[in-house]
């Protein structure tokens, strides 16, 4: 998947389109995402442009990638669902079903989430 540099998040991130801020530092920005699936769902993402978890992976400092670790952690105890249980989940790619070509991470909680994969579709 390559990177797009006018896709939904670079945008956010130029500040072009508005968010419903959560958590911001240097490397990472989340944010609530604009159609909840639970009552609690936050996307964190790194401020560089990679496309997808292998693209950052191989090509973030070390630095940014740890922060982006931390950051789920960090959204998960500002939210509250660190208490009561969550789930972090990266879309990457086609067979992932990836709509927003800059990586993202779903923190979400806020009631039971059954199990983890449903039917493909
Ligand atoms: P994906 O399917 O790529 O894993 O997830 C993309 C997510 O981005 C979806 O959950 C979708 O609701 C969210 N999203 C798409 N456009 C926007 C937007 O403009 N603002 C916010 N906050 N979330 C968005």
């Not at 896709?7 to 958590?23: M, Q, S, Y």
């Not at 699936?37 to 990679?50: D, F, M, R, S, T």
């Not at 740890?66 to 249980?85: H, Q």
Request: hydrophobic share 40%; net charge neutral.
């Amino acid at each position: 998947m390559t990177y797009d540099p006018n896709n939904v998040f670079a945008r956010i991130l130029r500040g072009e389109i508005p968010c419903k801020k959560v958590h911001e530092n240097e490397h990472v920005l989340a944010f609530h995402d604009i159609n909840p699936q639970a009552p609690v769902h936050v996307l964190v993402i790194p401020k560089g442009a990679y496309a997808s978890m292998d693209d950052f992976t191989a090509n973030a400092p070390p630095a940014e990638q740890a922060a982006v670790m931390k950051a789920m952690g960090d959204v998960a105890r500002l939210t509250g669902v660190a208490a009561t249980g969550y789930r972090v989940i990266s879309n990457c790619g086609g067979d992932g079903h990836q709509d927003v070509p800059h990586l993202h991470f779903h923190v979400l909680g806020g009631r039971p989430l059954g199990r983890m994969l449903g039917k493909a579709g």
